[in-house]
């Protein structure tokens, strides 16, 4: 069974930290994809990367960065977090062309 | 810009009822339309999608969609609901630019009474 794989389902971190989260998937697909989840706003695109070190910004990345040194691993990191970043954060992979998003289970983020 | 729109934040069925999630997108061109489902605490979850051809689309779980061009509706049905269903459902649209990014609705969440 094809996987995304996201390796925290919760997360609790202190105002100022830096946090890393880790998406890895084992279906070679070449595009990935970090939204964030609010309640009333739906999913809202941070980053996506379409190769290995290729990264593009999505709608809202001001305060996020990425990393992508393998193709099976797509990193978010919050460089200083602050508390309007708690929020569900969902990573997605698809092959190139239109045949849908595989989503991992998502990380609940709490800033405190 | 391409948008989509999800009418109705929340919908509450009786078991056994028909359903219709109603979504409405704004694209330029024949768009590439998909219904995820999402239960709580989990990721999404791929229901159907409509690329071209028949504009009935047969998905997952006993879930069909109608492609309406002259409404810009991409409309989620079932015939007969189960309890099972209860969770959030997100219409999505997506780019034919080549980055395949794809611009979400804001869902709408079903009750469904026993």
């Known amino acids: 069974d094809v996987k995304v794989t996201q390796s925290s389902r919760y997360l609790v971190k202190r105002t100022g930290e830096k946090v890393f989260l880790e998406c890895v998937q084992d279906?070679?697909?070449?595009?990935m994809f970090w939204y964030r989840q609010d309640p009333g706003l739906g999913l809202r695109l941070i980053y996506f990367?379409?190769?290995?070190?290729?990264?593009e910004k999505g709608d809202i990345p001001e305060g996020y960065s990425v990393s992508r040194e393998k193709k099976e691993r797509f990193s978010l990191i919050l460089e200083s977090a602050s508390t309007n970043q708690t929020s569900m954060y969902l990573c997605?992979?698809?092959?190139?062309?239109?045949?849908?998003?595989?989503f991992g289970s998502g990380t609940r983020l709490t800033v405190v | 810009a391409q948008s989509v729109t999800q009418p109705d934040i929340h919908i509450t069925v009786s078991e056994g009822a028909s359903l219709e999630l109603r979504c409405n997108y704004s694209?330029?061109?024949?768009?590439?339309l998909f219904w995820y489902v999402q239960s709580p605490g989990q990721g999404l979850q791929l229901l159907l999608k409509?690329?071209?051809?028949?504009?009935l689309v047969q998905g997952i779980k006993g879930f069909e969609a109608e492609f309406k061009r002259s409404q810009s509706s991409f409309n989620l049905r079932k015939p007969s609901v189960h309890w099972s269903d209860a969770a959030e459902y997100f219409c999505?649209?997506?780019?034919?630019?080549?980055?395949?990014?794809?611009?979400f609705g804001t869902g709408t969440r079903l009750k469904v009474l026993a």
């Open positions: 997605a992979s698809s092959a190139t062309g239109i045949y849908g998003y595989t």
């Open positions: 990367s379409y190769d290995v070190k290729m990264k």
């Open positions: 409509y690329f071209s051809g028949d504009t």
């Open positions: 999505a649209v997506a780019s034919t630019s080549g980055t395949y990014k794809y611009i």
């Open positions: 279906m070679d697909h070449e595009n």
């Open positions: 694209y330029g061109a024949t768009p590439y």
